[in-house]
């Protein structure tokens, strides 16, 4: 579980983030990333500063409504500002950022100029060649989405290996009940003990293939 300097960091990133996708004002996000660059430099924790009676407005970076957004959080561990701005945008926007290279700012080109709002969306547009023509991108910008949308999509098709286990052990203990069965061999990544698995190979050995069932 995070501290709590870095879950209200966290918090204060994701304004900032929501905040320059809607194109808000750039003193007011910046506000937002200064503060939360500045808790995780803290070398205090802010819960025990405020129970202390220290006045969070003395911690640079802090004004009274940020400090009341850290009060906020502090006590009910929501924050209604960060919910009204994810109401305000598509949810699946989000996801667009977990991209290595792809910003606040480019998902902000990339929704209001090509109504872009997840990553299927941003996939089919980089082929068809659409994202290239948007100011600050170009083919080169284009190709390194493409690719990096191309991984995550993969990466998310795998699955943990112990989560991969849940399936694997129950179906091969299932196919070794089958008629004339010898052996089943689950193969591949899960046999290596690979940390992910894509899919399940698994080798089944009969006395007579054609009567297997």
């Known amino acids: 579980m995070p501290s709590d300097n870095e879950q209200i960091a966290e918090i204060f990133d994701e304004i900032a983030d929501l905040l320059e996708i809607e194109g808000d004002n750039p003193f007011r996000i910046r506000a937002y990333r200064n503060a939360a660059r500045n808790l995780r430099a803290l070398n205090k924790d802010v819960r025990r500063m405020r129970d202390a009676g220290e006045d969070l407005t003395d911690f640079p970076g802090i004004g009274k409504d940020l400090a009341a957004k850290i009060e906020e959080i502090l006590d009910t561990g929501r924050c209604r500002a960060l919910e009204k701005l994810r109401r305000k945008v598509p949810p699946d926007l989000g996801e667009l950022l977990r991209l290595p290279g792809i910003g606040p700012k480019r998902v902000h080109a990339l ?4 109504d872009i709002q997840n990553l299927e ?37 795998r699955f943990k290996l112990a989560e991969a286990a849940r399936y694997a052990e129950p179906l091969q ?4 009940g089958g008629k004339d069965i010898e052996q089943v061999v689950i193969a591949g ?18 006395r007579d293939g054609r009567q297997a069932n």
Not at 111 to 114: F, T
């Open 111 to 114: 929704y209001h100029d090509l």
């Open 121 to 157: 969306q941003l996939q089919r547009a980089a082929r068809d060649g659409e994202i290239r023509e948007l100011s600050g991108f170009g083919p080169k910008t284009e190709a390194r989405i493409l690719e990096a949308v191309e991984k995550h999509r993969d990466s998310e098709r």
């Open 173 to 176: 203990t299932w196919l070794e």
């Open 189 to 206: 990544s899960y046999r290596r003990a690979k940390e992910t698995v894509g899919d399940l190979d698994i080798l089944v050995i009969a």
